[in-house]
């Protein structure tokens, strides 16, 4: 059996984890880490194949993914599939992050990738991804796992940006929020919010302990209320387009 785990805050990363698992396996069994509901405890045998599917945000996976690793996964000499999607700066540690966290609750991670998708804050860089070239990247890649040995023992060799072990990104200094006079207090950013950063009876406003920046607050608000407002948010976007304007390609890994 094939299982299908991956957090999405809105579409870009549960694309990607789709398109993956169902070329391997059209009955894989898929839970999105976003809500709780989606979160079962999962006890993978040496026969099972994991694909593990997370954003990237500042280099790891979201903060709140990382306990929720040791909560529902345990493997048995399982072998797994790392999937990370970033927003076409860099995906830095995170690939190397989910191998260890995975490697620690009994997997084996035999093939990885890097894909691109629109970034979560400067939502002008990567707008139109994932595209179709990306599509058949995910599916070129989903094909080469179907195929593959799983191979048990040997450990894929992933890109690390330093030797630290595993980390989460503690935040960012920007994060959405209603005001101005467009916010109707419909409240659907509310419901819609992975860490309950916004409080249904103050929509307009957002607990920045609590949120992660993952936008889709933004994308799910039918007044296009919410943004990014703060101060320094313009001038960081600009800097951070000029930077990171030309188009990244998609990576693989695979243990063969």
């Given at each position: 059996m094939t299982y299908d785990v991956h957090f999405s805050a809105f579409n870009g990363t549960n694309y990607c984890a789709l398109t993956v698992s169902s070329t391997i396996d059209p009955d894989a069994r898929r839970f999105n880490w976003r809500r709780e509901e989606g979160r079962e405890i999962l006890n993978l045998a040496q026969d099972d194949l994991l694909v593990f599917s997370m954003p990237v945000y500042g280099g790891f996976i979201p903060s709140l993914c990382v306990p929720l690793v040791s909560s529902f996964l345990t493997g048995h000499d399982t072998p797994a599939v790392v999937i990370a999607t970033y927003g076409n700066r860099a995906y830095d540690n995170a690939l190397a992050q989910m191998q260890e966290l995975l490697e620690a609750r009994g997997f084996h991670v035999i093939a990885a990738g890097a894909f691109v998708c629109?970034?979560?804050?400067?939502?002008?860089?990567?707008?139109?991804?994932?595209?179709?070239?990306?599509?058949?990247?995910?599916?070129?890649?989903?094909?080469?796992?179907?195929?593959?040995?799983?191979?048990?023992?040997?450990?894929?060799?992933?890109?690390?940006?330093?030797a630290s072990g595993p980390e989460s990104f503690k935040g960012v200094s920007f994060h959405p929020d209603g005001r101005g006079n467009l916010c109707t207090g419909c409240g659907s950013c509310a419901a819609f919010c992975t860490t309950l950063a916004i409080d249904p009876t103050h929509p307009w406003d957002t607990d920045a302990d609590k949120c992660i920046a993952c936008g889709a607050c933004i994308r799910v608000c039918p007044a296009k209320a919410r943004d990014y407002h703060c101060q320094g948010f313009v001038e960081a976007r600009r800097a951070f387009e000029a930077k990171n304007g030309e188009r990244k390609a998609d990576e693989t890994w695979f243990l063969d």
């Amino acid at each position: 059996m094939t299982y299908d785990v991956h957090f999405s805050a809105f579409n870009g990363t549960n694309y990607c984890a789709l398109t993956v698992s169902s070329t391997i396996d059209p009955d894989a069994r898929r839970f999105n880490w976003r809500r709780e509901e989606g979160r079962e405890i999962l006890n993978l045998a040496q026969d099972d194949l994991l694909v593990f599917s997370m954003p990237v945000y500042g280099g790891f996976i979201p903060s709140l993914c990382v306990p929720l690793v040791s909560s529902f996964l345990t493997g048995h000499d399982t072998p797994a599939v790392v999937i990370a999607t970033y927003g076409n700066r860099a995906y830095d540690n995170a690939l190397a992050q989910m191998q260890e966290l995975l490697e620690a609750r009994g997997f084996h991670v035999i093939a990885a990738g890097a894909f691109v998708c629109r970034h979560s804050i400067f939502s002008s860089v990567a707008s139109k991804r994932p595209d179709e070239a990306d599509r058949a990247a995910l599916v070129a890649f989903g094909e080469h796992v179907r195929s593959m040995e799983k191979h048990s023992g040997s450990h894929l060799a992933l890109p690390r940006k330093d030797a630290s072990g595993p980390e989460s990104f503690k935040g960012v200094s920007f994060h959405p929020d209603g005001r101005g006079n467009l916010c109707t207090g419909c409240g659907s950013c509310a419901a819609f919010c992975t860490t309950l950063a916004i409080d249904p009876t103050h929509p307009w406003d957002t607990d920045a302990d609590k949120c992660i920046a993952c936008g889709a607050c933004i994308r799910v608000c039918p007044a296009k209320a919410r943004d990014y407002h703060c101060q320094g948010f313009v001038e960081a976007r600009r800097a951070f387009e000029a930077k990171n304007g030309e188009r990244k390609a998609d990576e693989t890994w695979f243990l063969d």
